[in-house]
């Protein structure tokens, strides 16, 4: 045992943002699902009232982007 060393379990060096990786997955999902839906209800909704396609067609990329954000979040649960 060296004298610097401290008793007990060893502690895993950490990234300063490893704390945020956890602490934010959750809530980067939860965001994704909520923009994904939302997106794809609006951009329905839109065809329905008989929108222009431009606010159909930032409806529609908002909810892909909302589905991609929440499969690069269970992706990257799924590495770890």
């Not at 997106?39 to 065809?47: D, H, I």
């Not at 606010?55 to 529609?60: D, E, F, K, Y």
């Amino acid at each position: 045992m060296h004298a610097n060393s401290a008793p007990g379990p060893k502690r895993r060096s950490r990234s300063p943002w490893g704390w945020a990786r956890g602490f934010l997955d959750h809530r980067l999902l939860v965001l994704g699902i909520c923009v994904a839906v939302g997106g794809f209800a609006g951009s329905v909704r839109g065809l329905m009232d008989g929108a222009g396609v431009l606010q159909i067609l930032a409806l529609a990329g908002a909810g892909i982007l909302g589905t991609a954000l929440a499969a690069a979040c269970v992706v990257e649960y799924a590495k770890r």
